[in-house]
């Protein structure tokens, strides 16, 4: 699979496309569509399932040099504004200050990120470090890892400091439930 067919894969999904149009007229700073509802798009198009199959939530991240819960609240609820109509679960996030709660909520370290696509890189697995958003009259498509493991429906831990196997083995064994597809790398 190359960009191409993954771009039109994932947008398939009105949800994935509505949201990454809302991004661009927001221009919230360097913002994306990014991870699982992007490939579980492309996974229930490979597989013949409804678009919205498995799909939990649609996370969106951006970059703001204001690291302030106030400042991050607002964007989230003015996607809710915007996007509420569409019912489904949108997480917002502000990768600027996500290293000022991870480690106190998952007791893992986590570093100060420069832009979002540090935190794309950061992805529990490999599959999910995707990320879309527009740029002109076209998309932008950042995926460090390639499209295979997408294309082949294959789960790969991304090992690194901030990696739970636990973490890893819980979305493993749910996706495969609805994926039964799936072949889930073990994390070593």
């Avoid at 199959?53 to 991240?61: N, P």
């Avoid at 709660?101 to 570093?111: A, D, Q, S, T």
């Avoid at 935190?119 to 390639?146: K, M, S």
């Amino acid at each position: 699979m190359d960009r191409d067919r993954f771009l039109a894969l994932a947008l398939n999904n009105p949800i994935n496309a509505a949201i990454i149009d809302e991004l661009a007229l927001l221009a919230l700073p360097n913002a994306w569509l990014v991870s699982g509802c992007l490939v579980q798009t492309a996974w229930n198009v490979l597989t013949g399932r409804a678009i919205d199959h498995g799909i939990a939530d649609y996370d969106v991240f951006y970059f703001d040099a204001d690291t302030s819960w106030e400042a991050e609240d607002a964007v989230i609820r003015e996607m809710q504004a915007r996007l509420g109509h569409l019912g489904v679960k949108i997480e917002t996030r502000n990768q600027a200050r996500v290293h000022l709660w991870y480690p106190g909520k998952h007791r893992l370290p986590y570093p100060q990120l420069a832009c979002s696509t540090d935190g794309i890189d950061r992805f529990l697995t490999q599959n999910t470090q995707v990320g879309v958003r527009r740029a002109g009259d076209g998309f932008e498509v950042y995926a460090p890892r390639g499209f295979d493991d997408i294309a082949g429906l294959i789960a790969r831990p991304n090992p690194g400091p901030n990696f739970s196997a636990a973490s890893y083995a819980a979305k493993a064994a749910r996706w495969k439930a609805l994926w039964p597809e799936l072949t889930v790398i073990p994390a070593e």
